[in-house]
């Protein structure tokens, strides 16, 4: 079983909101990130956890709060969006990250729209 | 790869007909590599991967060839299908780094 699941599908919010993204697997994977997709573009990292400590955070604004309560779960909070962050937001996870890289499996993502 | 414009290349084929999907990589320390097929609406999907050590492998209907000296990967389908049809991305791993550096991605269109 190589699957990542993500909820909701389709989140729309407004500026004021504040929601979050869940994301699970139970492969046993170590490794879980948070990326945003933009359209024809590709995926671009956010977060990296590892053994469910915050390992990379690549400048992202702090409206976006990532969350890993356990090594199957990962969540994202978000609170006062702009427009401009809507997107496709990925989860992925692997079974290790760094110098023993293994494949990276990615979830289906939730289409994000901020009003 | 670096992502650059708004434009995704398209490839289109044939059905039936072998596809042939390019990328090109920047850094020399990158010693992992990967091959993601994206569907409209879905999250990319995993096809195959291939390790700096190796210059080709195979899947099923798939195959990987990474050239180092010219850093360059490829993807090769055989007998595409109109379920092929999708966005295709490479990625590739620099040692010891955490980050997999995403091409810009190849629109394949397959034609009945």
């Known amino acids: 079983d190589t699957e990542v699941t993500q909820t909701p599908k389709h989140l729309v919010m407004g500026m004021t909101n504040k929601k979050s993204l869940k994301c699970e697997q139970h492969m046993g994977h170590r490794a879980m990130y948070w990326y945003k997709q933009k359209a024809k573009k590709p995926p671009e990292l956010m977060f990296v956890y590892s053994y469910e400590k915050l390992s990379i955070n690549e400048s992202v604004p702090s409206r976006f709060s990532p969350e890993c309560p356990n090594s199957s779960l990962l969540n994202l909070h978000l609170h006062a969006l702009q427009p401009e962050d809507s997107a496709l937001y990925l989860c992925?996870?692997?079974?290790?990250?760094?110098?023993?890289?293994?494949?990276?499996?990615f979830g289906p993502g939730t289409r994000l729209t901020v009003t | 790869g670096e992502s650059v414009g708004l434009h995704l290349p398209t490839l289109s084929v044939q059905e039936g007909d072998n596809s042939i999907i390019n990328c090109a990589y920047s850094?020399?320390?990158?010693?992992?590599f990967i091959w993601y097929k994206q569907e409209s609406g879905k999250g990319p999907q995993f096809i195959i991967d291939?390790?700096?050590?190796?210059d080709k492998r195979q899947g099923q209907r798939v195959t990987v060839l990474l050239n180092k000296t010219v850093k360059h990967l490829s993807l090769q389908i055989a007998a595409t299908q109109p379920g092929d049809s999708a966005v295709y991305f490479c990625?590739?791993?620099?040692?010891?780094?955490?980050?997999?550096?995403f091409g810009t991605g190849t629109r394949l269109k397959v034609l009945a």
């Open positions: 850094n020399s320390a990158s010693d992992y």
């Open positions: 990625a590739d791993l620099p040692s010891g780094t955490y980050k997999y550096i």
């Open positions: 291939i390790r700096s050590n190796m």
């Open positions: 992925a996870s692997s079974r290790s990250y760094g110098q023993d890289a293994y494949e990276q499996y």
